[in-house]
């Protein structure tokens, strides 16, 4: 079935950046897309960003509109999430996200998840 594997998570300064990465395994589809969301402790899991794999649309969360950027590796079935100018409110863990339907920010549309990696942002 579909496995997704993040990594890049780690403790960084506010202000720095942070790079992370998913890998996607399984059925192979056209047409899927990836995305992030995040959960902060005590807190509900929030859309960060999401990525049409076929033709790049992208659709971000106002909070990291001009800061985080989604992109996909389509050779190597791998979505990543650049992080810059971090603040303290982005520390959450973050996971990775697939399924076949346009890019959404509802959770409910995606059905296939990864563990999780935590970002930690000190300040």
């Known amino acids: 079935q579909v496995q997704l594997v993040e990594s890049g998570g780690g403790l960084v300064q506010a202000g720095g950046s942070l790079r992370l990465s998913c890998g996607y395994s399984g059925r192979t589809f056209s047409g899927k897309t990836m995305g992030w969301f995040r959960q902060a402790p005590g807190k509900e899991r929030e859309f960060v960003a999401a990525?049409?794999?076929?033709?790049?649309?992208?659709k971000y969360a106002d909070s990291v509109k001009g800061r985080f950027t989604i992109s996909r590796d389509n050779a190597n079935n791998t979505v990543y999430l650049q992080m810059n100018t971090l603040k303290p409110e982005d520390t959450a863990v973050y996971y990775c996200t697939a399924d076949w339907r346009p890019p959404s920010a509802m959770d409910r549309q995606y059905g296939y998840w990864g563990q999780g990696t935590q970002v930690t942002v000190s300040s």
């Open positions: 990525i049409s794999w076929s033709d790049g649309t992208t």
